[in-house]
């Protein structure tokens, strides 16, 4: 089993990355919160140049890498588009996927497509959407809209867009580690840098370890997707449930290590933060989302280098 | 990185489960129980191993190998972990004694230690901590001096595990006290027999031979037992606690007892309170998780690239992640927790009682959560100022 992407997933994600930037990186979100249309006047026409809307998940592993290296890398900056939405629906740009709580169906960037194909984080229904509205516009739903269900339609894997999520929230908590080291090690207190105090350099390596540990593990469902079905759910949710603790744990830390300045919308870190928030409680949070693990458990299993003893086979 | 278990590596594991279920009793915990016969079967199981080249897996067949893959030596070390270590004090020389002397020994040395330890024939201890050494250890304070013909080690160490039953012990000893303190440091191969160190037992929650006091009091060795250069032990202590820090696979117990614990409640298991169902869930992710660090880690070590930051990464993982474990089973088994191997009612034998104590150790051993944090940040800093 290799977990390396391939070269061409890499160079695929430095394109976009240098794309991203040149466009303005985070900035781009400040943009698109004073004015939404710049999501549709630039944004989608910087991802049709470089081909990103043309990527179909599932044709083969190469293309489910880019697809998680374009994700990963626009979460390094928070773009403010439903790149995994589109990226993870059966119909593609036409009718983009979003995983809805059924009570309160919302999906990111809702107000962008009139069409959306809605389904809940099992994946058991889909529904038939139509876009309801404007966007939230509240701080921490900046870009979320709301979406009237339809029709339903039947089950839908919905694995592709938990798996792409989970890697474009480990760029952005990867950004966080970075904007962490960046700050620990250039803001002076008593005379020393913060990265001085032994405090500090705790939480950074806590930090290390919880987005090593998610790399690792967003790394390996992808690799196991093409291997097996029956297996799909469980380790697409198993990722969501890290992706959440992770995120979590990140933000909490970084917040904390940053002091004020790590509110404030002039700093990456709060936008970041921000703007991640719906990914985390969309369609389910914690909780719901370890709720819907266990369900898929006892149906399908866990691989482990013991799970099969659930199953029968005692270990 | 590549990840590679491949058919050979399966059959290894299956193997290993055929010969674990033929030689021991579903209820044996390791051999550090009260009872004296478990750990005769360890030493037993050991010479079993061997004989299929199956004990020293990735090692070179000229020391004893078996010329295996690092992966499947991954499979034995996990399998061994997961079942309760049937190698026995074994796994020290062949997590790392060996790998050190494979890397710093003379031709001597690895030509006179090397078989004896893949044949399971000898264990070994580590002298490395001391009183006023713990997580400091170049400060340490047994000296080693020249004398006619070798050395005279003079000093104590303490928590040192299996040193009653040690055959050889790796020593860290002070050679010189010029420059700063971490190169004047001399690693020894000595000899625990004879007129060798005395050993007291220290008694802790954690059963028979895993805490000793070791006291050296003027032992000779030989020139011929210094291990690496003289004065330039750390590089030797900083290598071992490299492949120390990966070498227990404590996410594969971790692993097996969640299912046992699960299998075990049978129906019962939907009374347990959701929030905890929740955990058990969550900490299968975690154990998945350690898992994957600690391939990161043997792909690293197979590659040459190995980092301090990669092996703390990892070894902070699977220590939280063995501890979390611990609580979840404990919680699942209520007021049941309390009853060990020795009481006929005792959920799977105890199991979870023992790892639950043995848990207590695992941000402790092998150098502290707090020393992987500091090695982590030091470098995750370091890299990121570049």
């Known amino acids: 089993m290799n977990l390396e992407l391939p070269d061409s997933a890499v160079d695929f994600g430095n394109s976009a990355r240098g794309a991203f930037e040149a466009a303005g990186g985070v900035d781009l979100a400040r943009r698109a919160e004073i004015d939404p249309r710049v999501r549709s006047n630039v944004i989608a026409p910087l991802l049709a140049d470089l081909g990103a809307l043309d990527v179909v998940l599932g044709t083969d592993s190469d293309t489910d890498a880019a697809a998680a290296e374009l994700c990963r890398v626009a979460g390094a900056v928070g773009l403010p588009y439903p790149l995994v939405s589109v990226l993870s629906s059966p119909d593609g740009p036409q009718r983009p996927l979003a995983l809805v709580a059924p009570a309160h169906p919302r999906a990111e960037h809702g107000d962008l497509f009139p069409d959306w194909l809605a389904a809940p984080l099992d994946g058991s229904r889909r529904w038939a959407a139509t876009a309801r509205g404007g966007v939230l516009g509240t701080r921490l739903g900046s870009f979320v809209a709301d979406l009237r269900l339809g029709a339903e339609e039947g089950p839908v894997d919905v694995s592709g867009f938990v798996v792409l999520s989970a890697w474009r929230v480990l760029g952005t908590l990867e950004r966080a580690l970075q904007l962490v080291i960046e700050h620990v090690t250039s803001r002076r207190q008593f005379g020393a840098p913060l990265a001085d105090l032994q405090s500090v350099q705790f939480q950074v390596a806590d930090i290390a370890v919880h987005v090593q540990a998610l790399r690792e593990l967003a790394r390996y469902t992808l690799s196991v997707r093409s291997a097996s079905t029956s297996s799909r759910l469980s380790d697409a949710l198993a990722l969501r449930v890290s992706m959440i603790e992770t995120a979590t744990q990140v933000f909490r830390s970084s917040h904390q290590l940053h002091g004020a300045i790590g509110l404030c919308n002039e700093h990456d870190l709060s936008i970041l933060d921000r703007v991640t928030q719906p990914a985390l409680r969309q369609p389910a949070g914690l909780e719901a989302t370890t709720d819907a693990l266990l369900v898929s458990i006892e149906t399908s299993g866990f691989d482990s280098l013991f799970g099969q003893s659930i199953h029968g086979s005692r270990a | 990185m590549d990840y590679q278990f491949d058919e050979d590596s399966q059959r290894l594991r299956a193997r290993l489960r055929e010969m674990i279920a033929m030689n021991f009793d579903s209820d044996f915990l390791g051999a550090w129980t009260d009872d004296p016969n ?259 880690v043997v792909a690293a070590q197979e590659a040459g690239t190995l980092t301090d930051a990669d092996a703390s990464i990892a070894r902070v993982a699977t220590t939280l992640c063995d501890q979390e474990v611990a609580e979840v089973l404990f919680e699942a088994l209520g007021p049941r927790a309390l009853d060990n191997a020795t009481s006929s009612a005792a959920i799977l034998h105890g199991a979870v009682e023992d790892h639950w104590r043995y848990a207590q150790a695992a941000t402790i051993a092998s150098g502290t959560i707090e020393i992987q944090r500091m090695l982590i940040a030091r470098s995750v800093l370091a890299a990121g100022n570049r």
């Not at chain 2, 201890?125 to 340490?140: M, R, V, Y």
């Not at chain 2, 220290?202 to 011929?224: K, Q, T, Y």
């Open chain 2, 38 to 296: 478990d750990l005769v079967q360890t030493q037993r199981f050991c010479r079993l191993l061997a004989d299929e080249g199956l004990l020293a897996r990735a090692w070179p067949a000229e020391f004893g190998g078996g010329g295996g893959s690092v992966w499947e030596q991954t499979v034995v070390r996990e399998e061994m972990w997961a079942h309760h270590e049937p190698r026995g004090a074994q796994y020290m020389g062949l997590n790392w004694v060996g790998p050190a002397l494979i890397r710093f020994g003379t031709e001597a040395q690895r030509r006179q230690h090397l078989p004896s330890i893949a044949a399971g024939e000898v264990v070994w201890c580590q002298g490395f901590s001391e009183p006023e050494a713990g997580s400091d250890l170049a400060s340490l304070r047994t000296r080693a001096t020249p004398t006619d013909g070798g050395w005279l080690v003079s000093g104590q160490k303490i928590w040192t595990s299996y040193a009653e039953m040690a055959q050889w012990c790796v020593v860290a000893a002070r050679t010189s006290t010029e420059g700063r303190k971490h190169e004047g440091i001399t690693v020894f191969l000595v000899p625990m027999d004879g007129d060798g160190p005395t050993v007291r037992p220290i008694a802790s929650m954690l059963g028979r031979h895993h805490l000793n006091e070791v006291f050296f009091d003027e032992v000779f060795v030989g020139p011929d037992s210094v291990l690496g250069e003289v004065n330039g032990g750390w590089a030797v202590i900083r290598e071992a606690l490299k492949f120390e820090r990966v070498g227990i696979a404590r996410y594969a117990r971790c692993d097996r007892l969640l299912h046992l614990l699960r299998e075990e409640l049978g129906e019962s298991w939907n009374d347990l309170p959701g929030g905890l169902r929740a955990r058990w869930a969550r900490a299968l992710i975690h154990v998945r998780t350690a898992r994957l660090l600690a391939y990161r």
